[in-house]
């Protein structure tokens, strides 16, 4: 069972669930990048929680995400990535 330490916070009115990954993340093919986020989104509205997931992952002295575009401008506001980590808040277990 994998666990991931996560930030479930409420942004301009929407739930978002956020997954800091390891760096290696990057390093994974668009194909295994989209199933482990429709494996962690599953995963989270199996544990109740509302909300978007969007995978975070450092990369070359900042980070990288996926979010859907409309919420682009919020992840490359500056500062973001640090705010993102100080809001872990829970923790979810997935298979």
Same mark, same amino acid.
């Given at each position: 069972?994998?666990?991931?330490?996560?930030?479930?916070?409420?942004?301009?009115?929407?739930?978002?669930?956020?997954?800091?990954? /390891?760096?290696? $993340? /990057?390093?994974?093919?668009?194909?295994?990048?989209?199933?482990?986020? &429709?494996?962690?989104?599953? *995963?989270?509205?199996?544990?109740? &929680?509302?909300?978007?997931?969007?995978?975070?992952?450092?990369?070359?002295?900042?980070?990288?995400?996926?979010?859907?575009?409309?919420?682009?401008? $919020?992840? &490359?506001?500056?500062?973001?990535?640090?705010?993102?980590?100080?809001?872990?808040?829970? /923790? &979810?277990? *997935? /298979?």
């Amino acid at each position: 069972m994998a666990k991931f330490k996560i930030a479930h916070i409420k942004e301009q009115g929407r739930d978002l669930i956020i997954v800091p990954l /390891e760096s290696s $993340f /990057e390093h994974k093919s668009k194909e295994e990048q989209s199933k482990t986020v &429709l494996g962690l989104q599953a *995963c989270a509205t199996s544990a109740g &929680l509302a909300g978007v997931v969007v995978p975070i992952w450092e990369y070359g002295g900042s980070f990288r995400f996926i979010a859907p575009k409309n919420w682009h401008a $919020f992840f &490359l506001s500056p500062g973001i990535y640090q705010r993102l980590l100080a809001s872990i808040n829970k /923790e &979810l277990a *997935c /298979e």
